[in-house]
Every structure is written in C-alpha cells, then in structure tokens.
C-alpha cells in the first residue's frame, strides 16, 4: 500500500500512541503553566497600526498637554444619583448623595469622591431631579475595579433614588462582561450542541467523544502559545474568544472525517492499524490541505493595520495548526487504542460502514435536473446578497444596547438632564499662535453645527484644543456626515491661508479612520485571500474548473451573508422576530473578518466533499457515480459540523452587544447557506453540468507538482469494487 506522508505520520503515532499520549499531556501541563500569565500580555484597546488623523490628533493634545506627564492624570467616574420623587433640595436627596459618596469612598482604588452642595449646586439637573458626582481613582488601580464601581453602585438601595456611574472604567468594565458572558454562552451552547449532534452524527458514544477531545487540547495549547506570543507583540484580548470559537469548528471538524473514515474502514474488514494508516492517507491528508486553506484565509487579516484585526487573524491561526497537529498525531494514538472500542456504546442506527441512503438519493434527484439545481441555487444566494448593495460601515451606538443596561441607563440621564451628548468630538490646531481669531472663529462655526453643542476653546501653548459634544447617537448618519464636513470644509475655511494645521478626534471621527483603514486593507485580504486559496487548491485537485468554481461559489455564500446581515440590522427586517437590534450599519470591521472566517470555512468543507469525489473518480473514471457518492459520504458529515457551529455562532448572535449579533448571525447563516444550497444543490448541479470539464487542466499548467488529497485512489474502494474493479453508475 503507497502511503504518503499523513499516513505515515498517523501509523507512526498509532505504532507508539503512549508516547504520543504522553507527548501531548506534557505539551498540554505547559500551556496551563503559560496560560497563566496570558492576561499580563494583552490589550484591552483597539490601536491602529499607521497613523490616523484622529490618532495624529490624540498625540498632539497629550504632548501639549505635557506629554508622557499627561498618562499620570488620574481617571474620574460621573456618579449620576437621581429621583423621580425627591429633588435636590430634599433632606432625602441629601442623604442619598452621602450614602452613594461614602460607598464609594470606602472602595480601594477612590481616592475622593466630591459633588454639588446646597451652598454649590453643581452640577444638578435644571429640574433638580438629579445631580452629579465625581470619583476620583487612584493612579494605582487595583485590578478589576470597573466591575467593583459597577457592582457596588448597582448594590446601592436607597429607596425612591436610583445611582449610576458612567465613565471610561466602568464602561470598559460593562463591555467586557457582556463579551464574555456572549462567548461563554455561544461556547456552552456549541458544546451542548455538539454533543448531541455527534451522538446522531457517528451513532456511537465513545466515538462522538472524540472530536470534543481533539477540541479541547487544541484550544489549551493555543492558548498557552498565544500567552508566548502576547510577550512580544500586542494582542488584544479578544483573541481567547476567537481561539475558543474556531477551536470549537475546527477541532470537531477535523476529528469528524478522521474518525467516520477510520469507523468505514474498520466497517470494510481492515485491521485497527490499516484503518488508521487508511484515514490518515485520506481523511488526515483532506484535514492537511483544508487547514491549509484556512490558514491562507485567515492570512488576510495580518495585512490589516490594527490590533484587533490581526489578533483575531492570528489566533484563528495558532489554534488552526493545533487543530491540525492534534488530528495528525494525538487521534491516531488515541484511535490505536480504541480499535473497534471506537464503536462502543453504539446506537441502534449506527451503521459506520453504511453508504447513507438519503444523501445518496439527494445527489441523484439533482443532478437528474442539474440545471434546475443550478438556477435555483444561484437564484437564492444572488437574492439574500442583493442588500449587501446597501451597506454602510459604522460602529453601533448606545441606542443598540439593552434597555435594562445601567450603562445605557446612565447615558440617557445625561443626555435628557444634562443635555450631555452622546459623545464628544476634539479639534485639536497645532501651530495656532497666530491664528488665535481664526480658531475662535472656528470654534463658533462649529457651535452653529446642529451636530455639535457646548462648544469650548482651550489653549495649550501654541496649541488650541476645540472640545464639543455630539448631538446625535455613534450609528447616526448625522453624526458621520457632520464629522466629514467638519474635515473637509469648515475647518478649511476657517484656517487655509494660516500657518495652523487641524485634526479632528472623537468617537466619530476615530469610526470613520477606522473604516477607511478597513476599506483601504479589503482590496489587499481579497487578493490574499482568493488569489492564494485558487492557487492551492488548483495544486491540490489539479483542476482549473474545481479551483474556480469554489472560489465563486464561495464568494456568492458570503456575498448572500452580508444580504442577510443588511436586511436584519440596517433594514430590520425580521430583527424583532430573531431579537436583534436596527442600527444604521454593520460594524466597519465584520464584512472583512467574514469574509476570511467564511472563506476559511467554506473551503473547509469544499475540501473534504471534492477530496471523496476526486477520490471516487481516479478509481472508478465514473464522474456523476463520484459526485454522488461524495456527497453521500460527507452529507451528513458536513450537516453536522455545520449544526455545531450554527449553534456556536447563534449563541454569539443572542447576546448583548451590537458586534457580536452581527458577527455570530453572519457566521450562522453562511454556514447554514454553505451546507445546504452551496454543498447539497449547487455543487452537485454544477459538476454535473460540467461532466468531464471537472478534472480539465491546461497542458501548460501540467508541471504543477502532484499533491493529491486522496493519495493512491485504488486502494479505497470497497473490497467487493476492489476486486471487480466495476464503477457503480448512478442511474
């Protein structure tokens, strides 16, 4: 038997499994011991890695503010105390103000906690219903003090008055818990699912086991080398939810294929060790070269210029190659163990080495009408990507949030007492001394904005600071128009012809840099990322047609994502119905991360069904008998990885956060498009249509070198075909 180098590395740990066992336990205690320090190595803030206008304009202010001098100003925190009953003046407004300071003062980290008197009303609303108080923090901040502000303002029960607190530690605070509590519920959910779906998957329960395994020991050794790689570059925090998630997808996806075709095989009459060398020839060398299509993918994401992007980027990447390693070296160990204990605890519809009846039949009803399939497919995904057309790039506003969310609570007080906005915009003029009556003349331009209020100039040196609030929400199209007319003509007409220079910062103006470094980086993730998988897979299937044809495929299921996300957040379409939030846009950075996420995936699963199709016709030349037996053995595999990461993703999509509905819906819908209209209507429908044109490579593209993902395709068939050597035709 010819076996090729995954085979060989999958006899080779099957040979000597407790090595391997022991190996992999050792690998995995030093992870934990590295995971330990993980948090001392990320970064809770976004940075932008070239410069920004806004940035440009946040590092001018510090430096005039006193440079390096200005990271020592203590933080503050507005407590908000309010009433429907009492006002100001109460005895009873009083006492509420003295009990929410003394609370606070007793907290490690407060240093003093100062607000209006009856002899200094300042700052209480106009109606006198509410007033404000001002926490400062200590400069030596005890860890996790935004949650204790939180729960200690929360905790504060005095009757007839509510307490809020608002500011940059308690938001951050805010935000990190109900990411966290998004993750951790799409995690419980995906596990849950999963369970429960590789029960009906392999029909057996020590087998369904498996792929949790396999899971699980990827995302601690990512993890613990994500800790080494946090010391020398930043990374932001968010990576341990990306590891966690695509652990999850892909950790269970792998080990699905492996461990069905090692169960086949033993189904067949092979030895333990021949069904391990068997799979890992096949299967493992599918997972080899769909991991590498993974990696291309999520590759993209390294040549976007910021924190976050990259960090998402690379740590789908880590746990990709763990996830790969672990199903080339841990489960064959494992699975020498097992032998045919794999089939323990078996269902009464277990059949491991069964050709699925129903798959089977699905492929030959469509491609008996291939060009119905073909329209019919093309038709629903062209139409869910119609909205994409529609799209606009913004981050979510306060109104998105939860209505029972202090923080959200906390913000509308001040806009309705105090008439804060709900943000802040900050033109900072360098080089301004001699145009001291132009930047007034600015700041009053600004002031007259509808978009702007409480304007204010400040003098730093040469450098005039121009603060002003924002009148409308984050998502608003007013607050983005207002902030680009800011930049493009009132700030020129009041200071061409000047020697000053102006930056505007802000929320606002940090979104829209944020969304030109997207929109600047999309053209290069899409060469990367199309130009790198076609080339791989036309090496792996030596076919010009599979490779183009699964890039445009995949393309129209992503396109038919973004549909989808537009139709729901920016149409509202249905948002009530599946509890989702209307906003004015899609956060700048989903369309680029779904983009390399779900080409990932996509090809993923369009490795592991043209691997069995390419491997069917080398040995029986019958291309519709290949395409149907491919999708029968794969059918139900392919449904079930993508079950479980619908669940995953739709346990992200319920939760709290504007981002990650849109994230975990974009993820859920496209896997549910790839595994339905794309892997079970349109690819069948079209390679039948093409016939023959499948295999077609040009003669001078013929020194491509032979990296074949079914390796000696003779060898697979089952014993009875093996011995005939018949194709078995689909009628």
Known sequence: MKTGITGRVARASA?????VIVAWTVGLVAAVAAAGSLGDALVQDDKSLIPTESATADSIAQEARGGDAAATEPLTETIIVTSDTYTFADASFQEAIRTASDALTALQGIERVDGPTLEQPFPVSEKGNSALLTATLTLDQPDGLGATLNDTVGGLAIEGFTVYTYGETSGEATFDKLASEGFIRGEMIGIGAAIVILLVVFGALMAAGLPIMVAIVSIVAAVGATAVVGRAFDLSFFIVNMITMMGLALGIDYSLVIVQRFREELAHGRTVMDAVALAGNTATRAVLFSGGTVLISLAGLLVVPSTVMVSLGSGAMIVAVFSVISAMTLLPAVLALLGTRVNKGALPFSHPGSRPRFWAALAKGVMRRPVVGAVAGLAI?????????????????????????????????????????????????????????????????????????????????????IGTKDVHDAADLQAEEAVKDLRSHIIPQHLDGTDARAYVSGGQASTIDFTKLILDAAPWVALIVLGASMVLLLVTFRSVTIAATAIVLNVLSTGAAFGVLVAVFQFGWAADLLGMPTIDGIAPWIPLFLFAVLFGLSMDYHVFLLSRIKERHAATGDTRDAIAFGLSRTGSLITGAALIMVAVFAGFALGDLAEFNQMGLGLAVAVILDATVVRTLLVPSVMALLGEANWYLPKWLEWLPHLQVEGDATQYLEPQLQAARVPARVS
């Open 15 to 19: 040979s000597r499994p407790w090595l």
């Open 381 to 465: 995904l062209l139409a869910l990507a119609l909205p994409a057309l529609s799209m606009r790039l913004t981050f979510a506003g306060v109104d998105a949030l939860p209505d029972d969310l202090p923080f959200k609570q906390a913000t509308e007080v001040l806009v309705d007492d105090f008439g804060y906005g709900q943000g802040s915009t900050l033109v900072v003029v360098d080089n301004a001394d001699a145009a001291r009556s132009e930047v007034d003349a600015l700041a009053a331009a600004i002031e007259a904005e509808p978009a702007f209020a409480e304007t204010e100039v400040t003098w730093e040196g040469s450098v005039a600071l």
